[in-house]
């Protein structure tokens, strides 16, 4: 009797319908605050999964992957605003844009590892940023950004309805959900595996480090892009500062603090990092000081985040068959 179930051992996809179901009956039985807390969160797992594709997969430290949810905001909203692109174009563009700057961004840096690749990510968000800010070619807005931005309505559907935005928002997640758990069980994920603990070691084998670090990268500000398209359909608006150094060491504590690999990890790092201060939000003098606190607790706690994640656990059994 198989105990897979399309692909998914049965725990698995106990555990991804069950989420799925409470996924889809929240906006029934939720108000309209609620509805955004919730949509927010949807949005920031996506994020927060895309980085964990790069960093907790792959191993690349990269610290600037808030720029990469940044591009896919603004490439939808120029070309809605500025351009009136449909949506069937806009959103997947908003995808593709940060994908290739990935690929250009990355070839030259690629080959760094730990801190230097930190350090130059970190870099690339500030330049980013101050782009931005500048607005060299009369796009972005400046400081303020873009705003008032008309989300047209398409096949008869209303994309600017709360409503209709989380549901989007929803099955992006669902999607990346299908992608990470393919890349766990394939080959690509046992390389990925491989090069995050010794790259030395798997280039000996036969195993290309630097195609399959910048395949984690673009991947990642591919997903970071169209998350980034839903951010604007939530907001309506878009400005530099949500884009900063300081949401990507938010994006890389979470992953750090949910557990690296870990899809559980990762959404309840989400949860923890993007959620709680919303609750929590009349408390505003004390809310961050509790929130430090408590991360610097669980990191004491659980050194290895808040769920490990057992991705590779195949690889140390077959490694363990061989000694």
């Not at 991947?219 to 892009?225: N, V, Y």
Request: charged share 10%.
């Amino acid at each position: 009797m198989s105990n897979t179930i399309f692909g998914f051992t049965i725990k698995h996809f106990l555990a991804y319908i069950t989420f799925i179901f409470m996924g889809l009956m929240f906006p029934f039985i939720s108000n309209s605050i609620w509805l955004s807390i919730g949509t927010t969160f949807l949005i920031f797992a996506v994020v927060a999964l895309s980085q964990d594709i790069i960093l907790g997969r792959a191993g690349l430290y990269a610290m600037g992957h808030a720029m990469f949810f940044g591009m896919g905001a603004y490439v939808f909203a120029i070309l809605i605003s500025t351009y009136s692109l449909p949506l069937f174009i806009a959103i997947p563009l908003s995808g593709l844009i940060p994908l290739i700057m990935a690929v250009i961004l990355a070839l030259p840096i690629i080959h760094l590892r730990g801190d230097y690749f930190l350090v130059v990510s970190l870099g690339l968000n500030i330049i980013f940023t101050q782009i931005l800010n500048n607005d060299p070619f009369g796009l972005t807005g400046g400081p303020n950004g873009l705003f008032s931005l008309t989300i047209n309505n398409l096949w008869g559907i209303d994309f600017s309805s709360p409503t209709t935005i989380y549901f989007i928002a929803l099955i992006l997640l669902v999607l990346v959900f299908i992608i990470l758990h393919n890349l766990n069980y394939s080959r690509i994920g046992r390389a990925f595996y491989f090069i995050n603990h010794d790259d030395l070691a798997a280039k000996s084998v036969g195993i290309n480090p630097a195609s399959l670090k910048l395949l984690a990268f673009t991947l990642g500000a591919l997903l970071a892009g169209l998350a980034g398209s839903i951010y604007v359909l939530q907001y309506g608006s878009v400005s530099p500062e949500a884009f900063g150094i300081e949401q990507s060491i938010l994006l890389f504590a979470v992953v750090i603090v949910g557990g690296q690999g870990s899809i559980v990890g990762v959404i309840i790092g989400t949860f923890v990092m993007f959620v709680l201060p919303e609750i929590f939000r009349e408390f505003t003098e004390v809310r961050y000081l509790v929130f430090g606190l408590a991360m610097i607790l669980v990191m004491i706690l659980r050194p290895r985040g808040i769920l490990p994640s057992k991705f590779g656990f195949y690889c140390k059994k077959l490694l363990n068959q061989h000694e």
